[in-house]
């Protein structure tokens, strides 16, 4: 019989390895998934981790893993200040889709200027839109007591319902014949995030997310702000007598995830995206939780993760076209990284002890 | 314009709608009863669908489908008592991997349904009560799991209230080191309660794709088992409260698609948003009232249970 026995402290050595573990138990499992599905795992697999690094196709995949990476790190980075403290922002995706809505807004109302200070103004707004959105969870949350797990979640599906009203309405484009969608900012320079070095697939929201990255290993290692953040994650009651206001904490990490969300909405939106669309949210806010836990809320952790995810995103597309392997396969193989990452958790933990039977036939009597 | 709106029709489609969340809310009731916060609702249901749509179509058969949807729940939820009773991981961030899990897995194996037509489930029929004017096409002519879903409403208070069973899951619920000092079996009670809970969602699911829609599409519970969720609260974890709860949600899902037929001049879009911001108004309402909240939570509720610590 094995027994579990807490540490007194999470291993680190654990703590660093589990994540590479529930990678490898991720290949495994969703080869055989593969396999049940009729496919060859190994074919499968080496197309969605190999190839789009080393393949055929690799000099169109390797610069699309920094445009797919930077919104996941964008995003991750803010939700892994919430999580440290126990405030459970699910609701990123929604705060993604403002964020976009409020810059593209911005630029499109400034259509067809020149000036230089229109990009700006538009990450300003972008960051503001999501910085918005997340708030109303953390008002109600600080005035109300309401969950904000489920008031962010809820504002997810409002805020889909008003991209969607924006692109048949407010923000259509008056010379797309009809079709939904705004304007595409590929075809207005003032507003357009393009690429800064050429074939890197280096925008301002990759600038944007190492930017996070660094910012944010500096707040939780060198300043007070950060310390209260973990302090109450781990201990709240302590975290309490020591004088660390909640109120503040769970408007200050709402607030940044919900503007870091916002920024990548609008990185996407006026650069590999290009307009606003119906079908513009792509799940990045979901994903990004993941992104989180796999780089276990550190942002060097979550720099890698968010690499390692967008490599799955755009080797998913590749066995989409090479194996004809549906689209939603990626986020199913995602959902099981997590799965598996949690499970291995445990040896971090706690100590798996051989409990002797006849202590364990006592304890029953 | 409202007088386009036949309450009569209003009522009956509105116990359809309701029907989906219901299901799904009552089984997290129980869930959560037991002290077990499991966010992955959204995630059983969807699989629920795919799976009941799948069994329905190949079976031939709506109640085959009905019973693979709950296996299909149980059988997830399984994943997720794993995770958080055995390997003690946290139950929020679980809940939502079985969730994003759910999601892609429904539609992967949802690949070949797409435009499928489903056996279609028959209606009751109570003889001539279905005929009295009014009550009977307003309540007496529906699927059998419209009055299956309030049986297990029924049968969950009266096991919460009456029986000895519920009142040690209560007990595990309130607080899981007393109720393990006494001797009962905490984590083997949560496990069978979250399999319960899986098993309801799923049928929830099997509801939408075989009934309130009835097809198969991505992503088609688009938030119910969130609204499931918040359910619960809004019911603070009574029965009956369920069931009134996902009627008050079923009538304003029921009402904004009767405005859009009508023609009402708010673009669709908003009339959309209608139920999800209706919930957030509702969690509001209940959760201003904090002492009342505070009361009726169970008091362990998404606390990791460790026999030793």
């Known amino acids: ?365 | 314009m409202m007088g386009s709106i036949d309450p009569i029709l209003l009522i009956a489609s509105l116990m359809v709608a309701s029907t989906p969340i219901l299901l799904a809310a009552i089984g997290e009731l129980v869930v959560e009863k037991a002290g077990v916060l499991n966010l992955g609702v959204e995630g059983m249901m969807i699989v629920g669908a795919i799976a009941g749509f799948a069994a329905a179509v190949e079976s031939g058969s709506p109640l085959l489908g009905f019973v693979g949807a709950a296996v299909a729940g149980a059988a997830l939820s399984l994943i997720f008592a794993f995770l958080t009773q055995v390997l003690l991981s946290n139950q929020v961030a679980t809940g939502l991997a079985l969730t994003l899990f759910g999601i892609g897995f429904s539609a992967l194996i949802g690949q070949g349904y797409t435009g499928v037509r489903p056996p279609p489930t028959p209606k009751m029929d109570f003889g001539p009560l279905s005929d009295i004017p009014v009550i009977g096409p307003m309540l007496l002519r529906h699927d059998p799991m419209v009055y299956v879903s309030i049986l297990i409403i029924a049968a969950v208070w009266a096991f919460l209230k009456f029986t000895r069973a519920g009142l040690v899951l209560r007990a595990v619920g309130e607080s899981h080191d007393a109720a393990h000092a006494l001797g009962y079996k905490v984590v083997r009670l949560r496990v069978l309660a979250i399999a319960f809970g899986g098993a309801c969602a799923g049928l929830g699911g099997a509801y939408l794709s075989l009934v309130r829609v009835p097809q198969w599409t991505e992503g088609m519970t688009a938030g119910a088992g969130w609204i499931a969720l918040a359910i619960v609260v809004f019911a603070s974890w009574r029965p009956w409260r369920v069931l009134a709860g996902a009627y008050l949600f079923g009538g304003v899902t029921v009402l904004q698609l009767n405005l859009q037929a009508a023609g009402v001049a708010i673009p669709v879009q908003y009339l959309s948003m209608a139920p999800y911001v209706m919930t957030i108004l509702v969690l509001v309402l209940i959760s201003a009232d904090r002492r009342r909240a505070a009361q009726n939570a169970p008091a362990s509720l998404g606390r990791v249970f460790h026999a030793s610590s």
């Open chain 1, 1 to 365: 019989m094995l027994k579990l026995e807490r540490r007194p402290a999470p291993s680190r050595g654990w703590t660093a390895v589990t994540p590479v573990l529930a990678v490898v138990a991720t290949m495994i499992a969703g080869g055989l998934l593969f396999a049940a599905l009729g496919k060859d795992p190994v074919e499968a697999i080496r197309t969605i981790f190999w190839d789009p690094l080393f393949g055929k196709f690799a000099s169109y995949s390797r610069p699309q893993l920094l445009v797919k990476a930077g919104p996941l790190i964008l995003i991750a980075i803010g939700l892994s200040l919430g999580f440290k403290a126990q405030v459970w922002n699910i609701g990123a995706e929604g705060q993604y889709i403002m964020g976009a809505l409020f810059g593209a807004a911005t630029g499109l109302a400034f259509y067809p200027t020149d000036s230089v200070l229109l990009f700006p103004a538009m990450v300003l707004m972008g960051a503001l839109g999501g910085f918005l959105w997340a708030m109303i969870p953390a008002v109600l949350k600080l005035r109300f007591g309401t969950s904000e797990i489920l008031v962010s979640l809820m504002l997810v599906y409002v805020a889909q319902h008003i991209m969607s009203a924006a692109s048949f309405g407010m923000l259509k484009n008056p010379e797309g014949m009809g079709f939904p969608g705004s304007r595409n900012f590929q075809h207005y320079p003032a507003a357009f995030n393009s690429e800064l070095i050429a074939g890197t697939g280096m925008h301002w929201g990759g600038v944007a997310a190492l930017g996070a990255v660094v910012a944010a290993y500096v707040l939780l290692s060198r300043h007070i702000l950060g310390f209260h953040i973990r302090v109450a994650g781990e201990a709240p009651r302590a975290a309490r007598f020591a004088g660390v206001s909640p109120a503040l904490l769970t408007s200050v990490c709402l607030g940044t995830s919900g503007a870091l969300a916002g920024l990548a909405g609008l990185f996407e939106v006026s650069g590999p995206a290009g307009q606003i669309t119906t079908d513009f949210a792509s799940g990045y806010g979901f994903t990004a939780i993941i992104v989180a836990f796999l780089g276990r809320l550190h942002p060097v952790g979550i720099l890698l993760a968010g690499l390692l995810m967008a490599l799955t995103y755009i080797g998913g597309e590749l066995a989409q076209l090479t194996l004809n392997l549906p689209s939603a396969a990626v986020q199913a193989f995602q959902g099981m990284l997590l799965f598996f990452l949690l499970a291995f958790d445990v040896l971090a933990n706690f100590r798996i002890r051989l409990a002797r039977r006849k202590v364990e036939g006592r304890a029953r009597a």
